[in-house]
């Protein structure tokens, strides 16, 4: 990390599709977004407004059509597929509203997964994981395959897994989406509760402007910009 970076620094970032056409299809447009370390941004907007194109190219699961994406300082376009792989699995934890747990293993493996990628011994990694399979409530659960969790706990160990590679900035796509009320609410105490003992960086997508407010700043995308949340 650059000394004196922010975590994560977007400037002029755009995206667009090509349509059945052959004509552009503007869904980002010209975003500027900075995250300071700590901080907690949430992103609210309509179906279809472009916020899971705009997390994913934040956390470098895409690349814009133009402009940047920094993280920790560093430029994310600069890089080869290689390199920004390990960049992102290092530096980025994703939440999604899905939880993509690997179904042959167990919660304890996967969260192991990103850490034995980066290079972590079979031993730091195991210890990490069961520390934070712990800190997310879920630690007598370690040897449980996902069939064997609920969907609360297939989402905490999705948290667990998010973090094991301490990352600059956690990212989440709606992750209570596919959880009932009372569920939803223990799993969002849990991400700010996470979040303000680690001191990390957050971006959340939702359409929930109860735990959007949570965050320290709300931002509305509409018509591929960023704006802020309207008052009153």
Not at 16 to 36: H, M, S, Y
Not at 67 to 92: K, M, Q
Not at 145 to 169: D, F, I, T, W, Y
């Amino acid at each position: 990390m650059t000394d004196g970076a922010p975590p994560l620094e977007a400037v002029a970032l755009e995206k667009r599709f090509t349509g059945g056409d052959g004509r552009d299809i503007p869904v980002i447009q010209g975003i500027d977004l900075r995250v300071e370390a700590g901080e907690a941004v949430s992103i609210i907007g309509a179906s279809g407004a472009g916020k899971s194109t705009l997390l994913h190219l934040l956390g470098a699961l895409d690349r814009p059509s133009s402009g940047t994406v920094r993280l920790g300082g560093r430029a994310v376009a600069e890089l080869a597929d290689p390199e920004l792989a390990e960049l992102r699995n290092r530096h980025v934890g994703f939440v999604f509203q899905f939880h993509h747990l690997l179904r042959e293993f167990t919660a304890l493996e996967n969260v192991m997964m990103p850490a034995l990628v980066a290079g972590s011994s079979k031993a730091e990694a195991r210890d990490r994981a069961r520390e934070l399979l712990d800190a997310v409530g879920v630690a007598h659960r370690e040897t449980h395959k996902p069939r064997q969790l609920s969907g609360g706990e297939q989402q905490r160990v999705a948290v667990a897994r998010a973090l094991v590679n301490r990352p600059l900035v956690l990212l989440a796509d709606e992750p209570s989406g596919n959880l009932d009320n009372e569920t939803s609410g223990l799993l969002h105490d849990l991400l700010f509760e996470i979040r303000r003992q680690r001191a990390l960086s957050m971006v959340l997508v939702t359409h929930n402007l109860t735990l959007a407010r949570r965050a320290g700043r709300v931002l509305s995308l509409e018509r591929g910009g960023l704006h802020p949340e309207p008052s009153g």
